[in-house]
């Protein structure tokens, strides 16, 4: 059975940094584009980044670009989110998710409707101003 697990999740202030896991199982992590979107409640999904399989391309949504990097290991399974600068504004339940390709990503997280070949459970962010 296929599992994503975040974590890395918490409350920190503002300007300060996050890194967040996602841990894959179940499924054959490099067939993949890897992506992280963010939901606060009553609003709308936003995707804020898409990694491809062989990690040759990322992709960053305009409210991140500058701040959060995102990376994967395929060798370990695991995708990661490096966030810096936090602002109280990326306040939300952070996941990753799976894809055929980045495109398919955003366009499924975009499509509220829209479901990820996997996704995991979420991790709580917080930042206090």
């Known amino acids: 059975q296929a599992h994503l697990v ?9 300007g300060g940094s996050l890194n967040l896991s996602c841990t894959a199982s179940g499924f054959t992590f490099d067939d993949y584009a890897m992506g992280w979107f963010r939901q606060v409640p009553g609003k709308e999904r936003e995707g804020i980044s ?4 062989n990690s040759e391309n990322t992709y960053y949504s305009n409210s991140v670009k500058g701040r959060f990097t ?13 966030m810096n600068a936090l602002d109280s504004k990326d306040t939300g ?4 998710g799976a894809a055929t390709s980045c ?4 366009q499924l997280v975009d499509n ?3 479901i990820l070949n996997y996704r995991g ?9």
């Open 103 to 106: 495109n398919d990503f955003y």
């Open 70 to 82: 995102i990376s994967r290991d395929n060798a370990k399974n695991t995708l990661y989110l490096q």
């Open 93 to 96: 339940m952070y996941y990753c």
């Open 6 to 14: 975040e974590s890395g999740g918490g409350v920190v202030q503002a």
């Open 50 to 53: 898409c990694i491809r399989w």
């Open 112 to 114: 509220q409707r829209g």
């Open 121 to 129: 459970q979420g991790t709580q962010v917080t930042v206090s101003s």
